[in-house]
């Protein structure tokens, strides 16, 4: 059985990308795996956060992670700072890493670009992101494109920590779906479908009703030939609606295209909705039952029981094999 280790921030409500490229993914994964998911709250104040928003937020993803079908008698779900061993970790990681490869991470160079006042944090959050995936002696971390860089200094950290001071991590392996891991922006195709984009449009959220999808997804950026077929240099917007039809519906992109020969775009588009609404209506219904209930507080607690008792043990692992504190 291999270990599975995903993090997710709460800095909004979830995508449908986000469902599609991840969470659905890890509804299977969980059933022959040993699986941790992580709402990673202190990677999210790497800038600034409303501190209500966010503490809703948190529980927000939490009941979502849940809808979606995690079991937490399968899974360990928790809070990432209910575990102090996270932060600890980060900064031995931290303490291993080197400015220079830090720099170069893309989404550090994204994020800061014009900007005159950056947090410190941006540039040090992925010895963080490091810790959160070493500490569970992690196999395998199911991750969307965007983060393969992060993923692959975590195993950089990792063997460099090994071979310095003692063979205690796990080199984790990254995992990207083949199909689904890049949901595009409804708005800009080019894009990867995004929380944080401040155009509405351009995403669908998981918690967006029936009305919302439909109107988002009929004003979706396709062209001006009227012909749906797959082609992501041609075709963008509608290779990334035909992407989306496909994951919701289950029906290949193949057979998706010969359904809609010689029709237009109107009734593809409707269809779409259709299908992304079916898919979400259900998780819709379960996460309202869970969002101000005990049950969820009972799961989180237990949650960050489980994931403190591992996290401690390799905490110390660690910190003995650097040198940190008293031997005993």
């Excluded at 059933?31 to 209500?52: E, G, K, M, S």
């Excluded at 779900?77 to 893309?106: D, K, N």
């Excluded at 994204?110 to 070493?134: F, Q, W």
Aim: include cysteine.
């Amino acid at each position: 059985m291999k270990t599975i280790f995903s993090g997710i921030q709460p800095s909004g409500t979830l995508t449908l990308g986000n469902y599609l490229g991840a969470m659905k993914h890890f509804v299977e994964l969980q059933n022959d795996n040993n699986c941790y998911f992580c709402i990673v709250d202190q990677h999210a104040i790497t800038v600034p956060q409303d501190r209500l928003e966010l503490r809703k937020n948190i529980r927000s993803l939490a009941a979502l992670y849940l809808a979606v079908g995690i079991d937490p008698d399968k899974s360990t779900l928790f809070i990432q700072s209910e575990v102090p061993a996270h932060a600890q970790l980060g900064w031995i990681m931290q303490c291993t890493s080197y400015i220079g490869e830090l720099e170069r991470m893309t989404q550090f160079k994204d994020k800061s670009e014009g900007k005159e006042a950056v947090s410190s944090a941006l540039l040090t959050y992925p010895p963080l992101m490091a810790a959160d995936i070493l500490l569970y002696n992690t196999d395998i971390v199911p991750v969307g494109e965007d983060q393969k860089q992060h993923l692959e200094l975590t195993r950089d950290l990792a063997v460099r920590f090994n071979k310095k001071y003692n063979d205690i991590f796990t080199i984790p392996e990254v995992k990207i779906p083949k199909v689904g891991a890049r949901i595009m922006s409804l708005t800009d195709p080019l894009k990867k479908m995004s929380k944080s984009n401040p155009n509405p449009k351009s995403f669908i959220s998981m918690l967006d009703d029936e009305k919302q999808i439909t109107k988002k997804i009929k004003s979706a950026v396709t062209d001006s030939d009227n012909e749906v077929r797959y082609n992501k240099e041609e075709k963008p917007g509608v290779a990334n609606l035909l992407s989306i039809y496909s994951l919701c519906s289950g029906e290949s992109i193949e057979s998706l295209e010969k359904k809609y020969v010689g029709k237009g775009y109107g009734d593809f588009k409707s269809d779409v909705a259709e299908a992304v609404v079916n898919v979400l209506k259900p998780i819709q219904e379960r996460y309202h039952e869970l969002i101000n209930s005990e049950e969820l507080d009972k799961i989180l607690d237990h949650g960050a029981e489980k994931a403190n008792k591992s996290a401690f043990k390799m905490l110390k692992k660690a910190e003995k094999a650097i040198g940190l504190g008293r031997k005993r």
